[in-house]
């Protein structure tokens, strides 16, 4: 078989692949490059540079398998290589110890000033009462997201003889307690931390997560690091807190792209920032190049891949049954979590009728997944999905039932935390039209796709006017209102379908409308 490479990977990386295939490597092929050659290979290596659209998966005939040596792969088309029935892989562990170093590296250098100091010698200065830093033994180390890199964090933080407090939905306070750490909600740590650092996922809940509104609630002079994603921090806000002197030093090697804001935040003198480096050692390089090596190895013997991110084993017979099933069960899950707050306790799947009767267990790690993804830095897959659950004390259970309630199949998630629990259920109209027709005790007619406002009211007229009088002044289409009621309870509520996403403050604005009671804004993703 022939595997191409694009862009450069470990060459102990290489040499393994070698020992089995044919190996072609490039440095960055373009698209159209990539598009004219993909027919004659039967796997692709890529790292974070390359694109593999739509159009480079419908050219690779016969492609097999793709790997992403790294971490990452919003750049890959998932989607449209699982419709081929084309693995798609990473390698996910081989740079966590460089970025959980950097990490320790980055807090160190923010506390000593050392960059800044070495600036001002090199300059021909000798300030040394200028630079004089403060020591991390005794201090408080706020880590918001406890994945693999932040479990790392956290456990070398304590042997700096730092207290550490932890934000992390999916950790129970029994397994805090066995790492030596505290978990503490987010109010609590923005408030006793000197020291935050961000290890979270880009998602549509933490793009811009730290805010104006959140910097006004941190421990005065606390230092932030962030060696995540450049999405989660609204970088006007953060020059405004460093300004404010709310925030006493920033340490960045998370960006987009150099712009203008971002050379805003490189001329303040309490700020360090690097290039996305965090990840980049020569162990690392060496490491993601043979893990991606591997998997790719295995995924063309037909062997079981411990890191695929989109097709684990399952019989042809099966998956028939499933496959119109697949997308409504992550997009249940999806909204069941949004759903919720708190610490997740324990997450249930219950199938009814004639899905029951089929193997489940692929629809149940996609909700999993789907649970499981918007707040964890590391990736989610059907392989890891239910030994992280597991790791974080959450209980996952399987249910099935025959018997058939009000629908032929239904997929019923119930996700529940330490503040209480949310239901979602749904079914298929037609062959693959997906719906969902209940919200906790609601009953309901929902298109899972875009954005939705879930509002609860008080029973007086004129809050659906009044939603789409909001709405209509800022030129936001609705898609579909709905006006429910729930019997048992005597609840209200109104669902509106919108196609993009709006404002916080527009949300907030529609909160404090007399008779709204409360608004969850939902994305279901692409």
Same mark, same amino acid.
């Given at each position: ?83 081929? !029935? /084309?693995?798609? %892989? ?37 300030? #040394? ?6 020591? /991390?033994?005794?201090?408080? %180390?706020? /880590? ?9 964090? @956290?456990?070398?933080?304590? @042997? ?16 805090? $307690? ?44 606390? #230092? ?25 030093? @920033? ?24 290039p996305r480096i965090a990840p980049k050692t020569q162990e690392a390089e060496t490491e993601v190049g043979i893990g991606v090596a591997r998997g790719v190895l295995a995924a063309l013997r037909s062997e079981p891949v411990s890191t695929s991110l989109n097709i684990p084993p399952v019989s042809k017979d099966n998956m028939e049954k499933i496959m119109p099933y697949l997308l409504l069960s992550e997009k249940i899950g999806t ?6 707050? !708190? ?17 489940? $267990? ?9 649970? %499981? ?10 392989? +890891? ?55 906790? +005790? ?19 007229? !004129? ?13 936001? +289409? ?20 919108? #196609?993009?996403? /709006? ?8 909160? $404090? ?14």
């Amino acid at each position: 078989m022939r595997i191409l490479v694009n862009e450069r990977i470990g060459q102990a990386g290489i040499d393994l692949l070698k020992q089995e295939h044919n190996v072609d490597t490039y440095k960055s092929l373009t698209q159209k490059e990539l598009i004219n050659i993909i027919a004659q290979y039967d796997a692709l290596i890529v790292r974070g540079d390359t694109e593999v659209s739509k159009e480079v998966i419908e050219a690779g005939t016969k492609l097999k398998v793709i790997g992403r040596a790294g971490l990452e792969v919003e750049h890959i088309d998932i989607q449209a290589a699982t419709q081929k !029935g /084309i693995m798609v %892989l990473n390698a996910p562990q081989g740079n966590s110890a460089s970025s959980i170093e950097y990490t320790l590296a980055m807090i160190l250098a923010l506390s000593r000033k050392i960059p800044q100091a070495y600036l001002s010698l090199r300059e021909g200065n000798w300030d #040394r009462d200028k630079f004089i830093g403060s020591e /991390i033994k005794d201090k408080v %180390l706020g /880590i918001v997201g406890l994945g693999r890199v932040g479990l790392g964090v @956290a456990q070398r933080a304590l @042997a700096f003889k730092m207290h550490v407090l932890v934000y992390d939905p999916f950790i129970s306070e029994q397994k805090a $307690k066995e790492i030596g750490i505290s978990q503490v909600d987010l109010e609590f740590l923005l408030s006793k931390a000197d020291y935050i650092t961000l290890h979270l996922p880009a998602t549509v809940d933490t793009r811009k997560m730290f805010n104006k509104e959140v910097f006004s609630k941190m421990k005065k002079g606390v #230092r932030l690091i962030n060696c995540a994603h450049a999405e989660i921090i609204d970088q006007d806000a953060l020059i405004w807190a460093l300004q404010e002197g709310i925030v006493a030093g @920033a340490a960045l090697d998370a960006w987009d792209e150099l712009d203008k804001q971002s050379s805003a935040l490189l001329s303040l003198p309490n700020i360090i920032c690097t290039p996305r480096i965090a990840p980049k050692t020569q162990e690392a390089e060496t490491e993601v190049g043979i893990g991606v090596a591997r998997g790719v190895l295995a995924a063309l013997r037909s062997e079981p891949v411990s890191t695929s991110l989109n097709i684990p084993p399952v019989s042809k017979d099966n998956m028939e049954k499933i496959m119109p099933y697949l997308l409504l069960s992550e997009k249940i899950g999806t909204l069941a979590v949004q759903l919720t707050a !708190g610490r997740i306790k324990s997450v249930e799947v219950k199938y009814n009728g004639g899905i029951a009767m089929a193997d489940t $267990k692929m629809l149940t790690l996609r909700v999993l997944k789907a649970v %499981l993804n918007p707040f964890l830095q590391e990736d989610i897959n059907y392989v +890891n999905a239910s030994e992280v659950a597991k790791a974080r004390g959450i209980v996952v259970k399987e249910v099935k039932s025959k018997e058939a309630i009000n629908f032929i199949d239904l997929i019923t998630v119930t996700v529940e935390t330490e503040r209480g629990e949310h239901k979602v259920a749904g079914t298929l109209f037609g062959k693959n039209q997906g719906r969902i027709v209940e919200i906790d +005790n609601f009953r309901v007619d929902v298109d899972p796709v875009g954005w939705l406002l879930l509002v609860s009211h008080e029973d007086i007229p !004129g809050i659906a006017g009044k939603i789409g009088t909001v709405l209509g002044e800022k030129q936001i +289409n609705i898609t579909e209102m709905q006006i429910v009621r729930a019997e048992a309870e005597d609840a209200f509520a109104i669902i509106v379908n919108i #196609r993009t996403d /709006i404002e916080d403050s527009l949300v907030n604005r529609l909160k $404090k409308s007399e008779g709204i009671l409360n608004i969850k804004k939902v994305h279901f993703g692409e």
